[in-house]
């Protein structure tokens, strides 16, 4: 969740010309920050006063103490997290500052490898990486990218990219700088274990995903300034204040028409806007038919409007409802025998939606095995390339367009689980043009008979907003009459 | 969204009607914050929303409560709010001082409980609460307006329109900083140990705060004008320090509890519905006809509550008094509900356990609706069959 | 809760007896457990009031704090625990020698969860103390000790031991203390809701109810608080009411008067026994219906570790140890999570390959099938020259519903050092599907696969997703270099004054 | 006969109720009193013991005012100028020190802690060590007073510092709690007959 006061508070793209006017002045303020960090960090080891040190306009004061190491930054769905990342790689890597990059997932780090090897033809980067790791062709296609098993081993690289996972086991090098990404789906415990390998480092993170949990419940530690289940940007905070907290303004990823409903459901504590204009993004079909008319009705609503709520008739179901894994296949199958094409900034003339560029997002495990099976049924071969995973292997994921097993759906009841904000914030925020959400129709009194419990710990401050709360007006949105498509019979 | 009182003013006196000549039984905050516990449960809606007290009517259709409060309990909690309150709230002004930096100058104390604010009251017709709440509002007004110094308020008396039936609510004490908010303070007797206390305690006792909160809150807007950020999100727990008697302060964030119940508070506009819906002859009057005899007999109390629709669920017990009655009435019908969430879960459009059992026996064919659940529970039950046969001597 | 426990309960429902949800026993029931029921004071965290403790049925022991209000009778209570408990636990530490672990280590069985709990509010409040003997440092110093005089020297002690119980009792698998509910809930699915499970009267009548009465009408009779008072540590209201509130007011008067005393002290205790035998006996009950199963194959192993920690933690307290403190330290807290998740993985694990019902709910959610092999190709050797690797391929027809996809990894239930990845689902007739799956290790040595170790057309085999052997844990950092995104290294906690005479009203 | 304590005091009830008082040197609830003369007199006063004192006391006097030197009387409410709920107080103080405003309790609860800790002084003066009763009192007032006590005198307060403290609070708050004081004082002695202003005004 967004930390609550931030010494520094990034403009919001509103006081700007232009959205993208506004995320160059988050990022620049960001890098800024990083080399106050840096010059007092030098001036610290060579032990000298801290002479000439200009002032500048930020937590400067804060700064000069030892106390401020790190720099966190929230950043809201599709903000440009890994073009931050790059950025700061390159702006550190350029000051003779090696850096290590911890990612949660090995697909995410090999995307920013790919990115950094893009971006910054020259630099030398280290993959380090479990033994059984098998380089993705988006890794292997660059040069000067050295794979390794152990770190030592990858000591020269200006960059090492890794799991937070692999950095743990991983022999000890020289502190370096840390860039941490999706450092709020980190647990605490997994950030101890790095602690010492670098001395400096910045967050990033998006606060409105999903916490990290464990498998052992227990309440223990709640309250602890060191609670392990906690997310690690949580807990640096609690143990550093003063940090520099910043926020990027501007959602590169999420469309026009998506934007205000995840922004005030789910960022209360730090809105942001769209960075591109409605009339920028579209998605047409070639076709008007997919044979499916349920389906047909949800995508054309989700063409015009950015959403769409596919409703089934009320009844009580197993969490594996097959009429509704049915009825998605039949939305995603639909949507590539139409043949969608989306226009967008970045493919004026309009990119075929193929089956890779589609989501299909659910709060189970088994509930995707049955989405699965009900693809290969309806689609065969051409689907398999779609993607369909729990909203937890989503997280950080983009596509054109989504869709999404309403976490309610079929239920009698509405646990703590299914009304996690962050796992439905995941399920609606994932795609560049459209939306389809498929559930069933009762939700509404569901969530009115479950307001959640609502559990009070001393030195747990509530988490805002509220999974009740987002789930209501979620629901509001979708069931208005631009979205809803109810399915009779 | 329009609020509970605007739909719910004209059906106080049908609510009167269906509670017969038995005295209301008030709303504590308590009995509001339950709300959160079970929101759609028509029957303790309807029955706290008539004032009906639950607890008599479970003991008259023969399912008695089983609650209580140990006598050591409540004593317990009576000396330790005495030791808040003495000598002037003087524990009370020490941790208002270390938590949320009174001034030495903020120690003025308004003591609400005192008879004599009733008693002069009384003299204009008013009820004791009705006295109370007046002068309440009257101080709270004069502290958010500056014109009287007082930091404490003890024991004030709020009130609250719950679906249009008033309630009077007392807190143990608001605080004001001068050009500051008002916070609520608890004083609760459960203990904070190395900074933590029993969840189900601490809970409890901020849903309740955050009742409180809500009065406060509607109370200062009708009396100044909306202003709703001159009442702290954030409550005062004064709570024993780990094992001894030494009052300790603790702060939380109601905001959570108090959103979710001010949200259920206006939708009880269902208590309507449920009012119209009750069969004319039946009502839950509690009272005797003078000569010691019930006016209502157990048998017409019961078909009065089987013609309310209740939502029961076993931690019902944990919380209502009629939870007794439910349970019966599953049995009864072999509901699924009786075995819990967990199993209803497994039996989705399946309606009595009976039904389960024979579908899962192969005994009867399910429904289109049906089929999917059944194949998973034979599928189960087949797992099960075998696993068992496949290791005697134990079962 | 899984479909197959939803079944269990139904089937409880309607033969009107608890049904078995396990085919073995997956605690480990020393030979000489000892009872404990604690009764706390209503109102207060870490009031004693009463306990009836034990290794020997017949035999309870009875402890009662005849003035509970005030803190020179807790202490005493504290005192008498010591006397009982660290006897207890020593008697298992005197065989023990050298690195080997004791032959066998203490074992505590309360009620429920409430009294595992209440065990760890007594071992907070008692740990922290310092043997009262006043040392002339001050006036008030020596007031206080004076005041604190009469913590015998047990207490402390019994403190460390009470919270290392505690903590001991969150590790999944451990059996040192454990819960009667815990246990038969583990164990037996009963025909009511799991919340009444939590009251163990009426979930040990649904198990074991009297002869010519079912579960269900036994459960149903213990509803009345009279017959059956709650297990503890709270009691009942009615009682604190009807009985005990007077007979504590007869302490405070007869206080005093040694005769008067002795009088009010047994009218007392008479009391607290008729609400807590009824409780000793179910406690004593769950134990015998647990003896009665057959121990699943793992529960030795867990139990060697249970004891293994036993005579680490007695060395400790036996070298003077350091108390353990309020709340865990950064470094602490991350490496304990770290051995619960590990142990639980472990634990899942275990229960599964022990047991074939628990098996079935892994079966039954999609992470295991069950079979029979139709075809295998033992000899099967992949890879050139030195690298040739055996790899037979046995093909498995199951009924059971698989998620599994090609290049999935399973292990032989029945041979857990041998994995076995999905090639490919063929769906066959007869509602069923051929799974076909190349074998890695648990083969032995050579190029040949030991006798045995490939499963043969026509054997029943079972493969699952669940590993018995889990990663170990990746290396925290000490204390001492604790980072300072965790706060940098904490202040030690070494017990103060304060803590040592903390109050206790 | 009138009644005795059980602690082989020979006074009656309102003789020791003026005892304590006397000590606090204002108005005070009966818990306070009987604490007060277990720390510094013959033990408790059993509270109950005072539940109708101050009934009796008004009787007597409006069957004949001023018969006795002193009577144990109400402390008047500031606003209303009606009995403080379960306050007692002197009728031979200036009714000033009897009006209970806004400040009144801390004001009161200040002043006798001043006076609490003079006498705790006197006793160590002389040399004898006061009752564990008398340093629990002592406490409870230093306790909750800024700089009452230091780390070091948490069990035994020191009696000066406590004083020191206690006035140190009263002076910040002297100015306005004389006001309301007079004022409401003023009022009594217009409106009030002589035994309302000793028992407070209360609305039939």
């Known amino acids: 969740m967004a930390p609550s006061a931030s010494p520094l508070n990034t403009a919001t793209a509103r006081e700007y010309a232009s959205p993208a006017e506004a995320a160059h002045v988050a990022l620049t303020a960001i890098l800024a920050d990083l080399d106050r960090l840096d010059r007092q960090h030098s001036v610290e080891s060579a032990g000298v006063e801290l002479a000439g040190f200009e002032p500048a306009g930020l937590a400067d004061a804060a700064i000069r103490s030892a106390a401020i190491r790190g720099v966190c930054v929230d950043a809201p769905p599709g903000a440009g997290k890994s073009t931050l990342a790059v950025a700061a790689t390159r702006h550190l890597t350029e000051a003779d500052r090696p850096v290590m990059i911890v990612t949660q997932t090995n697909e995410q780090a090999d995307d920013l490898v790919d990115r950094l090897a893009g971006d910054c033809p020259g630099l030398s980067i280290g993959r380090l990486h479990k033994s059984g790791y098998l380089a993705p062709p988006r890794v292997t296609r660059h040069a000067g990218i050295t794979l390794g098993e152990d770190a030592q081993s990858l000591e020269s690289c200006q960059a090492i990219v890794s799991t937070a996972a692999k950095w743990a086991y991983a022999k000890p090098i020289a502190p370096r700088w840390a860039i941490v990404d999706e450092v709020y789906q980190m647990r605490s415990d997994a950030l101890l274990l790095l602690g010492n390998r670098f001395e400096r480092a910045l967050f990033v993170g998006d606060p409105g995903q999903l916490d990290p949990f464990s498998a052992y419940e227990t309440d223990q530690w709640a309250g602890s300034d060191f609670n392990p289940l906690d997310n690690a940007m949580d807990v640096t905070l609690r143990n550093n204040p003063g940090l520099p907290v910043h926020t990027l303004p501007v959602s590169w990823r999420l469309p026009p028409s998506a934007v205000p409903l995840v922004s005030q459901a789910f960022y209360p504590n730090g809105p942001f806007e769209a960075g591109t204009r409605p009339e920028q993004r579209s998605l047409v079909f070639g076709a008007d038919d997919s044979g499916d008319r349920a389906a047909d009705e949800a995508l054309d609503r989700a063409a015009q409007t950015g959403w769409s709520y596919l409703e089934l008739p009320h009844r009580h179901t197993l969490r594996t409802d097959e009429q509704v894994a049915e009825q998605i296949a039949r939305v995603a199958v639909g949507l590539l025998r139409r043949g969608a094409v989306a226009v967008s900034e970045r493919s004026p003339s309009g990119g075929p939606v193929t089956a890779e560029r589609i989501a299909i997002g659910t709060a189970h495990r088994d509930q995707r095995q049955a989405v699965k099976r009900q693809l290969r049924r309806l689609g065969g071969a051409p689907t398999e390339a779609i993607t369909v995973d729990t909203a937890n292997t989503l997280q950080g994921r983009e596509f054109d367009v989504t869709i999404a097993w309403h976490p309610l759906s079929g239920r009698a009841d509405a646990s703590r689980f299914h009304l996690e904000t962050g796992r439905l914030c995941v399920l609606l925020s994932r795609h560049r043009h459209a939306c389809i959400v498929v559930g069933r129709a009762g939700i509404q009194e569901v969530l009115d008979a479950n307001p959640g419990d609502h559990e009070a710990r001393l030195g747990v401050p509530p988490k805002f907003p509220d999974g009740w709360f987002a789930h209501q007006s979620v629901l509001a949105h979708l069931r208005s009459s631009s979205h809803h498509v109810p399915v009779t019979s | ?395 | 809760m899984s479909t197959l426990q939803a079944i269990a309960r139904l089937q409880a429902y309607e033969s009107g007896y608890a049904q078995p949800i396990t085919t073995v026993r997956h605690a480990h029931i020393a030979d000489r457990p000892m009872v404990f029921i604690p009764l706390q004071l209503a109102g207060q965290a870490a009031a004693p009031l009463a306990a009836m403790l034990g290794e020997n049925r017949r035999r309870p022991q009875m402890l009662i704090v005849e003035r509970p209000r005030i803190r020179r009778y807790r202490f005493k209570f504290a005192a008498d625990l010591a006397a009982v408990l660290l006897p207890y636990f020593e008697s298992f530490t005197e065989q023990s020698f050298g690195d080997e672990p004791p032959a066998d280590a203490p074992q505590i069985v309360v009620p429920n969860q409430g009294a595992i709990a209440f065990t760890a509010h007594l071992g907070r409040s008692t740990r922290f103390r310092r043997i009262g003997v006043p040392n002339s440092r001050s006036a008030a110093a020596d007031a206080r000790a004076a005041a604190i005089a009469g913590v015998a020297p047990g207490v402390p002690v019994v403190g460390q031991w009470l919270t290392w119980l505690a903590d001991r009792a969150r590790l999944p698998g451990s059996s040192v203390l454990l819960a009667a509910t815990d246990l038969l809930r583990a164990h037996w699915a009963t025909g009511q809701s799991g919340y009444e499970d939590g009251q163990l009267a009426a979930l040990h009548a649904w198990i074991d109810p009297p002869r010519g009465l079912t579960g269900a009408e036994a459960a149903h009779r213990t509803a009345d608080p009279i017959l059956f008072p709650p297990a503890g540590p709270g009691t009942d209201p009615g009682f604190d009411e009807r009985e005990l509130a007077p007979a504590l007011e007869a302490c405070e008067a007869a206080h005093g008067d040694p005769a008067a005393e002795q009088a009010a002290r047994k009218a007392l205790e008479d009391a607290l026994r008729s609400q807590l035998e009824p409780v000793w006996d179910q406690v004593w009950g769950a134990v015998a219906l647990l003896r009665g199963l057959e121990p699943a194959a793992h529960t030795v192993k867990r139990w060697e570790a249970d004891r293994r920690a036993f005579a680490e933690f007695d060395t400790r307290v036996r070298a003077g140890g350091l108390p353990q403190p309020r709340r865990d330290s950064a470094v602490s807290s991350g490496r304990r999570l770290g051995q619960y998740e590990r142990e639980l993985d472990r634990f899942e694990a275990q229960r599964a390959y022990d047991d074939p019902l628990v098996m079935a709910e892994y079966r039954l959610a999609g992470e295991a099938f069950a079979g029979v092999v139709e075809e295998a190709e033992p000899d099967r050797l992949i890879g050139e020259g030195r690298s040739r690797k055996l790899r037979p391929l046995i093909s498995v027809r199951t009924s059971d519903e698989l998620w599994a996809e090609p290049g999935d990894r399973f292990h032989n239930a029945a041979n857990p050092r041998q994995s076995a990845t999905v090639v490919r689902i063929e769906s066959v007739p007869g509602a069923a599907v051929l799974v076909t799956v190349e074998l890695t290790g648990g083969m032995g040595r050579g190029r040949k696969a030991a006798k045995g170790t490939v499963p043969q057309p026509g054997d029943a085999v079972c493969f699952t997703s669940l590993a018995l052997e889990g990663v170990p844990g990746a290396a925290f950092p000490e204390p001492h270099e604790t980072p300072w995104t965790h706060g940098g290294p904490p202040a030690g906690h070494a017990p103060t004054e304060a803590d040592a005479e903390e109050d206790w009203d | ?204």
């Open chain 4, 1 to 204: 006969m009138k009644p005795r304590t059980g602690r082989g005091s020979t006074l009656t009830v309102r003789e020791q109720v003026h005892q304590a008082l006397s000590v606090l040197g204002g108005p005070a609830a009966p818990k306070l009193i009987s604490a007060v003369h277990e720390a510094f007199f013959t033990g408790p006063v059993l509270p109950r013991r005072m539940a109708s004192l101050r009934r009796d006391e008004e009787r007597s006097f409006t069957a004949g005012p001023y018969q006795r030197p002193y009577y144990i009387c109400a402390a008047l409410t500031a606003e209303r100028l009606a009995p403080g709920r379960g306050l007692l107080a002197v009728s031979t103080w200036p009714l000033e020190r009897r009006i209970v405003g806004p400040l009144g309790p801390r004001t009161d609860f200040l002043t006798a802690a001043v006076h609490v800790a003079q006498q705790v002084k006197r006793i160590v003066s002389c040399g004898e060590e006061p009752s564990e009763p008398a340093w629990q009192l002592l406490r409870r007032y230093a306790s909750n007073i800024p700089g009452a006590t230091g780390p070091r005198d948490r069990e035994r307060p020191e009696p000066g510092r406590v004083r020191r403290a206690a006035l140190a609070e009263l002076a910040v708050h002297e100015a306005a709690d004389r006001a309301d004081r007079d004022r409401a004082a003023g009022r009594a002695r217009e409106q009030l007959t002589e035994s309302q202003r000793l028992f407070g005004m209360v609305v039939k």
């Open chain 2, 1 to 395: 969204m329009t609020t509970g009182q605007e739909q719910e003013s004209g059906s106080a006196g049908r609510l009167a009607a269906v509670r017969g000549a038995a005295a209301p039984q008030g709303f504590s905050a308590r009995k509001i914050a339950a709300l959160l516990d079970n929101p759609e449960c028509g029957r303790r809606k309807l029955l706290d929303a008539a004032g009906v007290d639950k607890r008599v009517l479970a003991d008259r259709v023969g399912y008695p409560s089983l609650f209580g409060q140990s006598p050591f309990a409540i004593a317990r909690a009576a000396a330790f709010a005495e030791i808040v309150r003495r000598d002037g709230f003087a524990e009370l002004i020490r941790l208002l001082r270390d938590t949320l930096n009174f001034s030495l100058a903020e120690a003025g104390v308004a003591d609400l409980a005192d008879p004599a604010i009733a008693a002069a009251a009384t003299a204009d017709g008013l009820s004791a609460q009705e006295a109370r709440h007046r002068e309440t509002v009257a101080l709270l007004r004069d502290a958010a307006l500056g014109t009287q110094p007082i930091a404490v308020f003890g024991s004030p008396v709020l009130a609250l329109s719950i679906g249009g039936v008033p309630a009077y609510l007392e807190p143990d004490a608001i605080v004001h900083r001068e050009g500051g908010r008002f916070t609520v303070v608890g004083i609760k007797a459960f203990p904070v140990i190395d900074g933590q206390a029993p969840a189900a305690s601490l809970t409890a006792a901020v849903k309740q705060q955050a009742v409180y909160q809500i009065a406060l809150r509607r109370n200062l807007a009708d009396a100044l004008g909306d202003d709703a950020d001159s009442v702290a999100d954030e409550v005062v727990l004064v709570c024993p320090e780990n094992y001894s008697n030494r009052p300790i302060a603790v702060i939380h964030n109601a905001k959570q509890q108090a959103d979710a119940i001010a949200l259920l508070l206006d939708r009880l506009g269902g208590v309507d519905r449920l009012v119209a819906d009750l069969p004319a002859a039946a009502d839950f009057d509690l009272s005797d006809d003078g000569a010691g005899a019930a006016r209502r007999s157990p048998g017409e109390l019961a078909t009065a509550l089987e013609s309310v629709g209740a939502r029961y669920l076993p931690t019902c017990r944990a919380n209502c008094d009629l939870a007794g009655f439910c349970r019966g009435e599953a049995e009864r019908a072999g509901s699924p509900a009786l075995l819990g969430p967990d199993v209803r879960d497994a039996l989705p459009g399946i309606m009595s356990i009976d039904d389960a059992l024979t579908l899962i026996n192969d005994e009867t064919d399910p429904s289109p609706d049906q089929a999917e659940a059944v194949a998973h529970l034979r599928r189960a039950a087949r797992l099960r069959r075998e696993s068992l046969s496949r290791t005697e001597g134990v079962a």
